[in-house]
């Protein structure tokens, strides 16, 4: 029985010592400058991140049709 009590007791004041916010649990700390990347103040050039994904997944196929190209006309050549 005494352990089943110290096992419950040492839980609750466990359980009272966790951080009860983000920030008290220091997660909020970056958060703020994550937020700065998408507001004015920032400098430089300012592209939304679909138009970046559709741009590098469109130089990912045009290398690999280069590729295929490549392989095609050299079959057709020699």
């Given at each position: 029985?005494?352990r089943r009590a110290n096992a419950k007791?040492?839980?609750?004041?466990?359980?009272?010592?966790?951080?009860?916010?983000?920030?008290?649990?220091?997660?909020?700390?970056?958060?703020s400058s994550l937020l700065k990347l998408?507001?004015?103040?920032?400098?430089?050039?300012?592209?939304?991140?679909?138009?970046?994904?559709?741009?590098?997944?469109?130089?990912?196929?045009?290398?690999?049709?280069?590729?295929?190209?490549?392989?095609?006309?050299?079959?057709?050549?020699?």
């Amino acid at each position: 029985m005494k352990r089943r009590a110290n096992a419950k007791s040492k839980a609750q004041s466990q359980a009272s010592q966790a951080p009860t916010s983000n920030r008290a649990a220091g997660i909020e700390g970056s958060s703020s400058s994550l937020l700065k990347l998408y507001t004015e103040e920032t400098q430089g050039l300012k592209v939304d991140p679909l138009i970046v994904l559709v741009l590098a997944v469109g130089f990912i196929f045009s290398v690999i049709a280069l590729h295929i190209i490549a392989k095609l006309t050299g079959k057709f050549i020699s």
